[in-house]
């Protein structure tokens, strides 16, 4: 347990409306990330963070931004929600200075849905 | 950017039989991670491969990333009910303008039938 809590852990919505999620973490890691699950498309990365305020896009960040004022919180926000944003979506943090040798721990989920 | 693929993409194992899973990278690995995955929960780190040739084991979980680094294999022996679920693979990029950029293969769903 990374101590990850994620917010809201359901949440259904309109198309149009803006939506923010929230990503909190206990232990001032330095690293965080957002990713969306769906199926046949398996884990993608949305955006990461690597400091306070220093946020940088990944492979799916058409549609989403993100903002992390402090080092706990890490929050995603879709500034009008479309219905191919209905995800799973996943908040993770890597612990340490290294590269790719630091393992990433996820939180628990975030199930959205745009009707 | 770095591309894994995951074989099979589902299987189903009777009670008591073993198992094995594949990820296969584009690129030499630097690190590759094992997750499980329970259907609607999060992902759960099962173990992390960063030599060539290593081979990690916990409980009946048993890891491998070959020599070239660039494929690992998770093997399950005796496969039991707890084993359900989806296994991930995972990497992250060593490139200066992808740093900190993970990727992850589609997942393997497995089935444990009685």
């Known amino acids: 347990d990374a101590g990850i809590t994620q917010s809201p852990r359901h949440k259904v919505t309109e198309t149009g409306t803006p939506v923010t999620l929230r990503c909190h973490q206990t232990e001032n890691h330095r690293y965080m990330y957002w990713y969306r699950q769906d199926p046949g498309h398996g884990l993608r990365l949305i955006h990461y963070s690597y400091g306070v305020k220093d946020t940088d896009k990944g492979e799916v960040s058409d549609g989403y931004s993100v903002s992390r004022s402090k080092t706990e919180d890490f929050l995603l926000t879709l500034e009008s929600a479309t219905s191919s944003q209905t995800s799973v979506y996943f908040c993770?943090?890597?612990?340490?200075?290294?590269?790719?040798?630091?393992?990433?721990?996820f939180g628990p989920g975030t199930r959205l849905t745009v009707l | 950017s770095q591309e894994l693929e995951q074989s099979p993409q589902s299987l189903i194992v009777q009670e008591g039989k073993n198992l094995t899973i594949n990820c296969t990278s584009s690129?030499?690995?630097?690190?590759l991670y094992w997750y499980k995955q329970k259907y609607g929960e999060g992902l759960i780190f099962l173990m992390m491969?960063?030599?060539?040739?290593e081979e990690k084991s916990h409980e009946k979980i048993t890891a491998k990333l070959d020599e070239k680094k660039q494929q690992s294999s998770l093997h399950i022996t005796a496969s039991q009910p707890s084993h359900a679920g989806i296994y991930l693979c995972?990497?992250?990029?060593?490139?200066?303008?992808?740093?900190?950029?993970?990727?992850f293969g589609a997942g393997t769903q497995v089935v444990v039938t009685p």
């Open positions: 995972g990497a992250g990029s060593m490139t200066t303008d992808s740093w900190g950029k993970f990727q």
């Open positions: 690129k030499t690995l630097y690190g």
């Open positions: 491969l960063q030599k060539g040739g």
């Open positions: 993770a943090i890597t612990a340490g200075l290294v590269r790719n040798t630091d393992t990433q721990y």
